[in-house]
């Protein structure tokens, strides 16, 4: 099956029905208005000289363009190859990498894009999404010229998504997605989540990640669902915006969807038609999805993934927790993956046990242009996340750290994210994030970085005896620093390399 197919299908039985909105300019297709307006992307692209397997860059804001260059791309066996808008200073960096022939972008990014292609001879064309600017042509001209598009490839083995690993452990790689191994995932998704072509999904988040790909486009579309884009988030326009469009399905990340639920808060109940959220993009807190439950009585899914899947490593269920449950399990693996834990030799661990989450039955054709890295990330068949973790008696999988920040503290491993719960259960925190610092020995120094909610008083010495008796960890060593914010990540997770080098040229400052 091809990504681009799902949009079709559903277009030759309810070809009224809406599809794509696009929440800030509303702006909306039906599923027939998309097929045209994708076939003429498809034709403009062709006409620019893009054939198959060659890279179309996206470098926008959320918006309806950007969701018809990536359909576009796909039509003709194109790659759509996404750069976040945040990475904006590293643009040569990404587009050396994939080389695009063709960038589409947004008129705001215009000196950032002129200093990139005169960096990466590769890009022989520029086109503006917002009408002719120097150097670049015009999208809306283009798509008027009605261009016909050349006949489908058919690969379903073809790469067609092409976007990038966050680089916690190195320089970010681009992962590679093919149609049909992203688009079983993303039925499997479907399923779990009992999405309908009646619901309405809703994704704030950056398009350029493979989150919103598996999250809000690809299987909402496998249902015949429809589906909603916004650029511009804020937590009181947001909140209007899902009402307004009466959202059955929100996709987010914790912090997202904890400004939804102080934004309920404020008002007294949640959006109105919503039924659940989908969160991905870093560790769900239990403390937030309780809260949800108790407070909005909405569930939050959590799925665990990563860029180079086209799906979940596990997911949740859309059903409200139970009191007293484990709210750190995240949820079974999906019908199209086999999750085993293996030791440190690749021999499965007994169950309950920890060790490194490796999965088969459809993952990234690999990395572009490294294929050693690739080989190290999939020998034996087996994609290994980099991610320790846990397979219960039920299946169900917890996720405990990735290897990386993994802390040594006085030859004893810390998991980061024993600690970050501790914290987070306190009143007034926020967030909460631990790494280890150098200490002049063999160890690490473990430092706490806490964030507050608005209004919130505490100290140090105050969270540091509340959650003495809720780790197993000797916290003598512990520091903890409460500071106005911590470094994120474009898909919304607390970002630890950018929080470590912070801290050494010492511009983490701390309120108390």
């Excluded at 790659?79 to 008129?107: G, M, Q, R």
């Excluded at 950032?112 to 999404?129: D, E, G, Y």
């Excluded at 969807?257 to 560790?283: C, F, I, N, W, Y």
Aim: charged share 20%.
């Amino acid at each position: 099956m091809l990504m681009h197919r799902l949009l079709s299908d559903v277009a030759q039985r309810t070809p009224d029905k809406m599809a794509l909105r696009w929440v800030d300019r509303d702006k909306s297709l039906t599923y027939a208005q998309a097929v045209e307006q994708m076939d003429r992307m498809a034709g403009l692209l062709h006409d620019c000289g893009i054939r198959k397997g060659d890279r179309v860059g996206v470098f926008a804001h959320n918006g309806m363009d950007y969701l018809l260059a990536m359909l576009g791309a796909w039509r003709i066996g194109a790659i759509a190859a996404l750069v976040n808008v945040k990475f904006a200073d590293d643009l040569e960096y990404y587009w050396a990498d994939h080389e695009p022939s063709v960038v589409i972008y947004t008129h705001d990014l215009h000196d950032v894009v002129l200093r990139a292609q005169r960096a990466v001879p590769s890009v022989k064309t520029l086109i503006c999404m917002d009408g002719p600017q120097p150097g670049a042509l015009s999208l809306p001209e283009l798509m008027n010229a009605g261009f016909a598009p050349p006949p489908d490839p058919c690969d379903e083995s073809a790469i067609a998504h092409l976007s990038y690993t966050s680089g916690t452990t190195g320089k970010p790689k681009g992962a590679c997605l093919a149609h049909e191994p992203t688009v079983r995932a993303t039925r499997c998704i479907a399923e779990r989540l009992q999405i309908r072509a009646h619901d309405i999904s809703f994704g704030p988040t950056a398009l350029s990640s493979s989150y919103q790909l598996v999250g809000n486009l690809l299987p909402p579309l496998s249902a015949g669902a429809s589906i909603h884009v916004m650029g511009k988030w804020t937590q009181a326009t947001g909140w209007d915006a899902i009402e307004a469009a009466a959202a059955t399905v929100l996709i987010g990340n914790p912090t997202l969807l904890d400004e939804v639920l102080r934004e309920s808060e404020k008002r007294g109940r949640s959006p109105g038609k919503l039924r659940m959220a989908l969160t991905g993009g870093g560790p769900l807190p239990p403390t937030l999805k309780a809260a949800w439950r108790d407070k909005l009585a909405l569930p939050i899914v959590e799925g665990y993934g990563q860029s180079e899947l086209g799906g979940f490593v596990a997911l949740g269920y859309p059903e409200l927790v139970p009191e007293g449950a484990d709210l750190v399990r995240i949820g079974p693996p999906l019908p199209d993956k086999e999750v085993r834990i293996f030791s440190a030799d690749d021999k499965p661990v007994p169950t309950g046990e920890i060790g490194d989450i490796a999965l088969t039955g459809g993952f990234m054709k690999g990395y572009w242009g490294k294929p050693e890295k690739t080989a190290e990330a999939t020998r034996d068949g087996w994609l290994r996340t980099g991610d320790l973790g846990v397979i219960d008696a039920d299946g169900y999988i917890t996720l405990r750290s990735r290897r990386a920040e993994l802390i040594t503290v006085d030859g004893i491993a810390w998991y980061p994210r024993d600690v970050e719960e501790a914290l987070c259960e306190q009143a007034g925190v926020r967030q909460a994030a631990l790494i280890g610092l150098p200490n002049g020995g063999s160890g690490q120094l473990p430092t706490a970085f806490v964030t507050l909610i608005d209004g919130a008083a505490t100290d140090s010495e105050s969270l540091k005896a509340a959650i003495a008796s809720k780790v197993s960890y000797d916290l003598a060593p512990l520091a903890i620093r409460i500071v106005e914010e911590l470094p994120m990540t474009p898909t919304g997770k607390i970002s630890k390399a950018d929080l470590q080098a912070l801290v050494a040229a010492g511009a983490m400052a701390c309120t108390s």
